[in-house]
């Protein structure tokens, strides 16, 4: 069988670069590095100083977001710099991910956008994750000061439950940004209340509430209500999942009531 060269673009973010690929166990793996700081102030000392760059001796494995429905991961080795004046060494920060995790940014902001409508113990199937870093990854968007860039045009949102442990019967608001094809995730606020509505519509200026034309809510009574106070030119729309849900739920009681009658 003849083999041939295959060009894929994959998308980086600024700074990062692509220096090797291969396949490894039904997963794509890319060998990156990225840009380092030209100067560095020392966590122990305060000393500012030319970066003294040496390389652990290890590679590690970070998830990515997934390629032609597979895992990816980046592997690199963490760049050290060592002070010159304590001789403090400290592990120079990624630009890709946060400190202590072994996934991206962006993977992390996946997750966070496949749990709209759905439960951590889905998502941690789908992704192949444990459940404990699914709710490892909601905790800390739960706790992040996530802000809005006050120029940006939003003209339609969602508001979704997340059960974050049925069994003791946790929840936290999801509200995301529905104006353009790609759902994005904009705020997200522990609690299924009025509190924790408001807590995300606060993330808006009042000047982004007044853009606002349309918001998709479940059937309860707490996010239209919030809605029609806080979002004055916005009109409600039910989503389709939770209407098919309530029809199928009443279809369920009367075949159960006319079958016992029979």
Not at 4 to 33: L, S, T
Not at 62 to 72: A, E, H, N, T, V
Request: proline residues 6%.
């Amino acid at each position: 069988m003849n083999s041939m060269p295959v060009e894929v673009q994959v998308d980086v973010p600024e700074g990062v670069a692509i220096r090797g690929y291969e396949r490894h166990q039904g997963a794509h793996v890319f060998e990156v590095d990225f840009e380092l700081p030209e100067r560095y102030s020392c966590s122990k000392c305060g000393c500012v100083s030319e970066a003294q760059i040496r390389y652990k001796n290890e590679v590690l494995a970070i998830r990515d977001l997934d390629l032609f429905g597979q895992p990816s991961f980046w592997v690199y080795q963490p760049p050290m710099h060592q002070c010159p004046r304590c001789r403090q060494r400290t592990q120079v920060a990624t630009p890709f991910k946060r400190p202590h995790v072994t996934y991206t940014y962006r993977f992390e902001q996946y997750v966070l956008e496949q749990l709209v409508g759905t439960s951590v113990e889905d998502v941690a199937r789908r992704v192949s994750l444990s459940a404990e870093t699914v709710e490892y990854i909601l905790e800390h968007q739960l706790l992040a000061e996530r802000q809005i860039p006050p120029e940006r045009e939003i003209t339609s949102l969602g508001f979704d439950e997340l059960s974050l442990k049925k069994r003791h019967k946790l929840y936290a608001t999801i509200m995301t940004d529905l104006s353009d094809e790609h759902p994005r995730v904009l705020a997200v606020a522990r609690g299924r209340d009025r509190q924790a509505t408001e807590a995300c519509l606060a993330k808006l200026s009042p000047q982004q509430r007044q853009q606002v034309r349309s918001h998709r809510t479940d059937m309860s009574a707490v996010y239209p209500q919030v809605c029609s106070e806080l979002l004055p030119n916005s009109q409600l729309v039910l989503d389709r999942f939770h209407v098919a849900q309530q029809l199928g739920r009443i279809v369920d009681r009367v075949r159960k009531k006319h079958g016992s009658i029979s």
